[in-house]
């Protein structure tokens, strides 16, 4: 089992910035792809930002470059630094990471509130 623990959710006014964290209790190596999706209430989950175990990222198309997403793979840390934070992307963020034998694991969510 692995375990991933996000951090860095809160409450910030459009506008401003917010930075998440994912650390994975298994080195990074054995991770395929690492990223964020994002749920908000009555809304299916969509993708965020993913970081691929050779360094390539993609982005959800409403990112629009105001998000960034980075790696440490010395702390099998995944960050998420999001910018220019608009009310409509208030919702729960959740970590995920594919493994190298196909397992898929998700963090236990964190919220992150956009005020207006």
């Known amino acids: 089992q692995v375990q991933l623990v996000e951090s860095g959710g809160g409450l910030v006014q459009a506008g401003g910035s917010l930075r998440l964290s994912c650390s994975a209790s298994v080195t990074m190596f054995l991770i395929n792809a690492m990223g964020w999706y994002r749920q908000a209430p009555g809304k299916q989950r969509e993708l965020v930002a993913v970081?691929?175990?050779?360094?390539?990222?993609n982005y959800g198309d409403f990112v629009k470059g105001r998000f960034a997403i980075s790696r440490d793979n010395t702390k099998n840390t995944v960050y998420l630094q999001m910018n220019s934070l608009k009310p409509e992307d208030t919702a729960v963020y959740y970590c995920n990471a594919d493994l190298i034998d196909h397992r898929r694991f998700w963090g236990q969510g964190t919220q992150v509130t956009v005020s207006s």
């Open positions: 970081i691929t175990r050779g360094g390539s990222t």
